[in-house]
């Protein structure tokens, strides 16, 4: 559960730095995901989630 707790507040804190470090630039982004369709983001969301599945069988097989 402690791990669970660790990783959220990791990605508050990324998400966090993101918005206060580049926050126009932010905006754009956000523009561009708000002109793709609906199958472009499903294949982001797919992409991020294949990539964090990625990072964390890295992890635990590094550990």
Do not use: D, Q, W
Not at 12 to 26: C, F, K, W, Y
Request: charged content about 15%; proline content about 3%.
């Amino acid at each position: 559960m402690t791990s669970l707790f660790t990783a959220l507040g990791l990605v508050l804190v990324i998400e966090g730095l993101a918005l206060a470090l580049a926050p126009r630039r932010i905006e754009e982004v956000l523009a561009l995901i708000a002109a793709l369709g609906p199958e472009g983001r499903r294949r982001i969301g797919l992409a991020a989630v294949a990539a964090g599945v990625g990072v964390v069988a890295l992890v635990r097989l590094l550990s």
